[in-house]
């Protein structure tokens, strides 16, 4: 999933940045550029570690684990193929159109999760005079819209990821390389 979902979110990272500082300007009141410094430190911050790193333990988790194909022959393997299994999808060639998206979804919560805590701390740090109930409050909105606005956009991102995956491609054997050989250590460990 990383392969599929990192390239998207790279290129959706000015759209995003934009309407959460934004969001940020009006709940907060404070001035376009605070707003703006808050939200690209913030999201630079999750789109380079916090994401990628949540991905990196979630992938682990499962090949520790969760990574045998079961198959889809019930409802409940379906659901556990696209849940538990969302950050390493097994390869049902006929069953990724759909798999891909709702695996994708799957994801948006944990990430979410990650998203707010690195945007908020920092933003603490940014915005030290707002209010820290009002603060979080606004991180959450915002990163609510973003992810609202990411998830209509999940597709035609995917789409478009397939295309531009040459061009991340070095990248993506990187991290790839690094949760095998994450997960190969953890394996002798235990």
Not at 20 to 29: D, G, Q
Not at 62 to 70: D, F, I, N
């Given at each position: ?18 309407l ?10 404070v001035?376009?550029?605070?707003a ?11 789109t380079?570690v ?32 696209v ?22 979804l799957v ?56 295309h ?27």
């Open positions: 999933m990383v392969a599929i979902f990192l390239p998207p979110m790279w290129l959706s990272l000015i759209p995003v940045i934009l959460e500082s934004w969001i940020l300007h009006r709940r907060l009141f001035s376009h550029q605070s703006l410094l808050a939200s690209t430190v913030g999201n630079v911050a999750t380079v916090g994401i990628p790193l949540v991905w990196l333990v979630l992938a682990i988790l499962e090949g520790s684990c969760c990574g045998t194909a079961h198959g889809l022959a019930s409802f409940g393997d379906k659901i556990y193929a849940t538990v299994q969302a950050p390493w999808l097994i390869p049902y060639e006929k069953d990724l159109g759909w798999m891909i998206p709702v695996a994708l994801l948006f919560v944990p990430f979410f999760g990650i998203t707010v805590a690195i945007e908020g701390y920092l933003s603490r740090r940014i915005l030290p005079a707002v209010e820290p109930r009002r603060l979080w409050r606004a991180t959450w909105l915002a990163n609510g819209w973003s992810y609202l606005m990411l998830a209509l956009l999940a597709w035609p991102a995917l789409l478009l990821a397939s531009m995956q040459s061009f991340f491609l070095p990248i993506l054997e990187w991290l790839v390389s690094v949760a095998f050989k994450v997960a190969r250590v953890l394996a002798q460990a235990q």
